[in-house]
């Protein structure tokens, strides 16, 4: 069964501290690793898709990296406004449907 | 663009009535899917839809049913609504299964049922 487990499930910064979450998986042959956000009553928002182990991709102060096994979305100088639920989620080769992990909930004080 | 859209965005129900939550995408994407987020427990996949005309069932169906009859629409309808179905719906839409397949969601409906 694929599963997906992301820690830690909270996480508070301060500005300026620089931090990783992780994403850990388990899928029977991946297609893509997604990571999205989600503000407080908002629907999530889509940053990365990775697609094979070793690639990188980033945005603004967000870097997402992939292997065999797990994901980090590191995040470099955050700034309150980088507060939310971030999620990872997995795409089987054989499936269209995501699986999804229950999210980190990152908490920058300025 | 306005993307995925959902209505409501808040509704009660009382044990036993029904409704459909209504969504709309207008990027003219294949694929639509519902999902319920319940805290702590991560997105669950309700029903999803390759096109219209086709659906077929995720992990949590019980207790819902959708149809497709355009590309834009996916409304998801609870019949004979139950405490248990307390939760945020999420809407989404995707352009392909293959290649980039990045889901795009709507705002959400909060239902509770009392």
């Known amino acids: 069964e694929d599963q997906v487990t992301q820690s830690p499930e909270a996480l508070r910064l301060q500005e300026g501290e620089s931090s990783s979450l992780n994403c850990s998986y388990t899928?029977?042959?991946?297609?893509?690793l997604f990571w999205y956000r989600q503000d407080p009553g908002k629907g999530p928002e889509f940053l990365f898709t990775?697609?094979?182990a070793g690639e990188e991709k980033e945005k603004e102060r967000l870097k997402a990296t992939l292997t065999k096994k797990e994901s980090f979305l590191h995040i470099t100088a955050p700034k309150p406004e980088d507060s939310a639920t971030y999620l990872c989620a997995v795409q089987a080769v054989s499936f269209q449907k995501l699986v999804f992990g229950t999210g980190t909930r990152l908490l920058v004080s300025p | 663009n306005a993307g995925v859209t959902q209505t409501p965005k808040f509704r009660i129900l009382k044990i036993g009535q029904s409704m459909t939550l209504q969504c709309t995408q207008d990027m003219n994407h294949n694929y639509m899917y519902w999902y319920r987020q319940d805290p702590g427990m991560g997105l669950k996949l309700i029903y999803y839809?390759?096109?219209?005309?086709?659906?077929d069932k995720g992990e949590v169906p019980n207790g819902y049913n959708v149809s497709r009859s355009t590309t834009e629409d996916f409304p998801l309808r609870l019949e004979l609504a139950a405490p248990s179905q307390t939760s945020v719906y999420f809407c989404a839409s995707s352009y392909s299964t293959s290649g980039d397949n990045e889901q795009y969601f709507g705002p959400g409906t909060r239902l509770t049922v009392t």
């Open positions: 990775l697609y094979s």
């Open positions: 899928v029977s042959g991946l297609r893509g």
């Open positions: 839809s390759v096109g219209a005309g086709i659906t």
